[in-house]
Antibody, heavy 122, light 108 residues
Framework: EVKLVNSGGVVVQPGGSLRLSCAASGFTFDDYSMHWVRQPPGKGLEWVSV????????YYADSVKGRFTISRDNSKNSLYLQMNSLTTEDTALYYC???????????????WGQGTLVTVSS | EIVLTQSPGTLSLSPGERATLSCRASQILSGTYLAWYQQKPGQAPRLLIY???TRATGIPDRFSGSGSGTDFILTISRLEPEDFAVYYCHHFGTSPLTFGGGTKVEIK
């Protein structure tokens, strides 16, 4: 059974930093791209970032470029999102999601984590 | 950036009725890099359709997707009580990936 377990959500002050983690199991982690998607409370979905299966390629939404860094540790079946210079606009439920396509960064998301809430507030 | 516009914003229907949800892209999508997700309150989104018309594993055949270019449709042939939810279309062909704003299907 595929499982993606998010962790790391907290309340953080504006300008602060936070690292989210996503632990994967039930599939060959290093065969698939992984994504972060966020959802502000009561609003729609926003794609944040993708990392290729081998970590060699990363892409970001303009809203987080230069502030967020996606990474993965294939030896630990884990995905990360380092978030710096946080603003109130970053308050959202953050989901990790698995790319459906084998070895492709461009595919739909067939499995999602349960999400972790990040609240940026003073 | 490809903008996806979903309509209507809310669809009020009764169980057993047919639901037709629209997703229009701001430019032609190369290939069929379009997916549909269902999201219920307090849950993560669930993949329904990928590549515009292929049902994901375990998705009932009352769900179908169609379209190409800039216009895509998600059809639910006969609404079941568990189908009342928010539906999002999603473009994944290139960065930045984008989502539509969602269509809420509510019980009339």
């Amino acid at each position: 059974e595929v499982k993606l377990v998010n962790s790391g959500g907290v309340v953080v002050q504006p300008g602060g930093s936070l690292r989210l983690s996503c632990a994967a199991s039930g599939f060959t982690f290093d065969d698939y791209s992984m994504h972060w998607v966020r959802q502000p409370p009561g609003k729609g979905l926003e794609w944040v970032s993708v990392i290729s299966w081998d970590g060699g390629s990363t892409y970001y939404a303009d809203s987080v470029k230069g502030r967020f860094t996606i990474s993965r540790d294939n030896s630990k079946n884990s995905l990360y999102l380092q978030m710096n210079s946080l603003t109130t606009e970053d308050t959202a439920l953050y989901y990790c999601a698995k790319g459906r396509g084998y070895s492709s960064s461009w595919s739909s998301f067939d499995y999602w984590g349960q999400g972790t809430l990040v609240t940026v507030s003073s | 950036e490809i903008v996806l516009t979903q309509s209507p914003g809310t669809l009020s229907l009764s169980p057993g009725e047919r639901a037709t949800l629209s997703c229009r892209a701001s430019q032609i999508l190369s290939g069929t890099y379009l997916a549909w997700y269902q999201q219920k309150p307090g849950q993560a989104p669930r993949l329904l359709i990928y590549d515009a018309s292929t049902r994901a594993t375990g998705i009932p055949d009352r769900f179908s997707g169609s379209g190409s270019g800039t216009d895509f449709i998600l059809t639910i042939s006969r609404l079941e009580p568990e189908d009342f939810a928010v539906y999002y279309c999603h473009h994944f062909g290139t960065s930045p990936l984008t989502f539509g704003g969602g269509t809420k299907v509510e019980i009339k």
